[in-house]
């Protein structure tokens, strides 16, 4: 649900004497120039490069503008200043805002076009609130705060791109944009705030960086097309229902350096299929991966975690630990782990080359399914992989045609 609109307060301002300069009203304040009225009806505004504060509500709901300019010298713009202009269409932040005010440009819904220069430092709360026709924006590596609901529901917004200064955001960001496909985040953000991006049902993809420490809670929940997470060493923490009922969510790459993932993170994700639990997690909470119906293999790389109650519930995943790690004796969340320690047996009649083809035994006492992965150069250690294949009764053969074209090929074996 929107939230309410602002309603408009009666404020007393105590200011200097009032100075009138062709469309706008001036007043000063030890040396700062405040903008305080505007009387023009020219559709096209450049305010002039000598004021440094826009307040007392200049242009609220001014369906004459439809360009505007704001030079470098303006450093803050008050509550509701270009709230409702409904015919405003372009506007340009010089780089010298440092505060921005709730609903600067709220339901500004003709707004096609936002150019934020470098070096402005802050996007207030609602900034761009309901800017229903604002295509895409970019945010320069300057600005380090975006206020809650700073684009909310801005349903038409195709792109983000944040170039890497953020190191605050509000809740629900970007929430409730349900065009938006595309959001880069650049190295050097810290952030990603509570419900961030919730609900902006065509996301397709994300990719968290390494400056990245913590996922909000809800931070991407219910993005419907979202089909791969992929998380940047330097996660430390997965949100509580961070990836709530994500419908498409199909590949999920979890960093080392995550040590907890929160409860429902992933609840009702039922098109993931397999997932790898880094050593470093020690705490996975309760749901964390209950309702996906297509989760078949979970894969343990480290000792057992302490973990929920019902973080696989609704699914019959089988749930794998390696060799020489600990507390897997009494079970996990009423599953039987299982040892994923499948071997290649060099030793076999049928090893090596037969027929042109090079061949040979995977085996191990559980029916488990295995990667077959290639290298060519253990120096740069880039595994290709080759096949997938269920060891049917512990055994399975693989060969492939002899490869005369490469000095050395390693074969390794990896979980799907």
């Known amino acids: 649900m929107k939230r309410l609109w602002p309603v408009i307060l009666a404020v007393l301002f105590l200011a200097a004497p009032a100075a009138v300069q062709g469309q706008f009203t001036y007043t000063t304040n030890n040396g700062t120039v405040i903008l305080t009225a505007y009387h023009g009806t020219s559709g096209t505004v450049v305010i002039s490069n000598f004021v440094n504060v826009i307040t007392n509500y200049v242009f609220y709901n001014c369906s004459t503008l439809d360009n505007l300019t704001i030079p470098a010298s303006v450093t803050s713009i008050g509550d509701l200043e270009f709230y409702d202009c409904q015919n405003l ?28 220069s470098n070096g402005v430092t802050s996007l207030g709360d609602y900034a761009f609130y309901d800017c229903t ?51 880069t985040l650049s190295n050097g953000v810290a952030c990603l705030g509570d419900h961030a991006f919730y609900d902006c049902s065509s996301l397709r993809g994300i990719a968290i960086p390494a400056s990245v420490t913590n996922i909000g809670q809800f931070a991407f929940s219910a993005c419907a097309s979202l089909a791969s997470a992929v998380f940047a060493a330097g996660v430390n923490g997965i949100g509580a229902y961070a990836f709530y009922e994500c419908p498409g969510l199909a590949g999920v790459t979890i960093s080392a350096s995550v040590g907890s993932i929160g409860t429902y993170a992933f ?44 973080v696989f519930f609704g699914e019959s995943a089988s749930v794998y630990y390696l060799p020489n790690t600990s507390g897997w004796s009494g079970g996990i969340t009423g599953l039987s782990p299982i040892l994923w320690n499948p071997g290649i047996q060099t030793g076999a009649g049928n090893f090596g080359v037969q027929s042109s083809q090079f061949g040979f035994n995977i085996t191990n006492t559980a029916n488990l399914t295995v990667v077959v992965e290639v290298c060519t150069n253990l120096a740069s250690k880039v595994w290709v992989p080759l096949a997938t294949n269920t060891l049917v009764n512990g055994l399975f053969y693989f060969s492939e045609p002899v490869q005369t074209s490469f000095a050395g090929r390693f074969y390794g074996l990896g979980v799907p």
């Open 89 to 116: 269409s372009s506007v340009t932040l010089g780089g010298g805002v440092t505060n921005m005010g709730g609903y600067a440009f709220g339901n500004c819904s003709s707004l096609t076009n936002a150019s934020i």
């Open 133 to 183: 026709n604002l295509p895409g924006v970019t945010i320069p590596a300057s600005v380090a705060s975006i206020g809650a609901y700073a684009f909310e529901y801005c349903s038409n917004l195709a792109f983000v791109t944040l170039a890497g200064g953020v190191t605050n955001m509000g809740q629900y960001a970007f929430g409730n944009c349900t065009s938006l496909t595309n959001a």
């Open 267 to 310: 609840y009702d994700c039922p098109s993931l299929s397999n997932l790898t639990i880094p050593a470093g997690v020690t705490n996975i909470g309760a749901y964390a991966f209950s309702d996906c119906a297509s989760l078949q293999g979970v894969y343990f790389t480290g000792n057992a975690p302490v973990i929920g109650t019902n």
